[in-house]
């Protein structure tokens, strides 16, 4: 069956699942179990994915993985973070770069992607064209988190140096607002870096 991407999109926070009519693999739930188990359906969960560890990311996550046991992946350098939010649960998956997940014959390729968060994820897909981005990158550029750049450095080195070597037709889906592509954000990198953490 044929791989596709679907978006949940709740409290400013996009949601993604990607899989097919059987299974599939949710990318940040957010806040919003009832909107992501009800775009799920019947399929089974195989793994819930936490880009970063930010609680309007990932509060939703062990309820969302609760229905089919699924495990939830999470940077381990987030853990502090999703403690903050579940101090109870750990997430089952300690993602590393170049880790790799699949789902509906397509591979989601994980990319440390540091800076918003120490332990900020990418996931690529290359059947897809598609990255997922999280908070590391938005069409707007490199993303705050609470109107201050925690490393801003970090954050615009890992979009050059991780995210802009892809293809430059590879869709980019963010943790929020509307999708660009990697030749588009490429496009505004010089002037997001000299702009710095405004």
């Given at each position: 069956?044929?791989?596709?991407i679907?978006?949940?999109?709740s409290?400013?926070?996009?949601?993604?699942?990607?899989?097919?009519?059987?299974?599939?693999?949710?990318?940040?739930?957010?806040?919003?179990?009832?909107?992501?188990?009800?775009a799920?359906?019947d399929r089974?969960?195989?793994?819930?994915?936490?880009?970063?560890?930010h609680?309007d990311?990932?509060?939703?996550?062990?309820?969302v993985?609760?229905?089919?046991?699924?495990?939830?992946?999470?940077?381990?350098?987030?853990l502090?973070?999703?403690?903050?939010?579940?101090p109870?649960?750990?997430?089952e998956?300690?993602?590393?770069?170049g880790?790799?997940?699949?789902?509906?014959?397509?591979?989601?390729?994980?990319?440390?992607?540091?800076?918003h968060?120490?332990?900020?994820?990418?996931l690529?897909?290359?059947?897809?064209?598609v990255?997922?981005?999280g908070?590391a990158l938005?069409?707007?550029?490199?993303?705050?988190?609470?109107?201050?750049?925690?490393?801003?450095?970090?954050?615009v080195?890992?979009?050059?140096?991780y995210?802009?070597?892809?293809?430059?037709?590879?869709?980019?889906?963010?943790?929020?607002?509307?999708?660009?592509t990697?030749?588009?954000?490429?496009?505004?990198?010089d002037?997001?870096?000299?702009?710095?953490?405004?």
């Amino acid at each position: 069956m044929t791989p596709r991407i679907e978006q949940v999109s709740s409290d400013d926070v996009n949601a993604w699942i990607i899989g097919d009519d059987e299974e599939v693999i949710v990318i940040d739930p957010g806040r919003d179990r009832a909107g992501v188990l009800a775009a799920v359906g019947d399929r089974e969960v195989l793994a819930v994915i936490c880009t970063h560890g930010h609680p309007d990311h990932v509060a939703a996550a062990p309820e969302v993985a609760e229905p089919d046991e699924a495990p939830v992946a999470l940077h381990p350098k987030d853990l502090n973070l999703w403690r903050d939010t579940h101090p109870e649960d750990d997430a089952e998956i300690e993602m590393s770069d170049g880790g790799v997940f699949e789902v509906a014959d397509v591979q989601l390729e994980v990319i440390h992607a540091p800076g918003h968060t120490p332990g900020s994820v990418c996931l690529y897909c290359a059947d897809l064209d598609v990255v997922f981005t999280g908070h590391a990158l938005l069409a707007s550029g490199p993303v705050p988190h609470d109107g201050e750049f925690p490393d801003f450095a970090g954050q615009v080195n890992a979009i050059g140096e991780y995210l802009l070597t892809l293809p430059g037709g590879t869709r980019v889906l963010p943790g929020e607002g509307e999708e660009t592509t990697i030749g588009a954000a490429e496009k505004h990198f010089d002037v997001w870096v000299a702009a710095g953490p405004s």
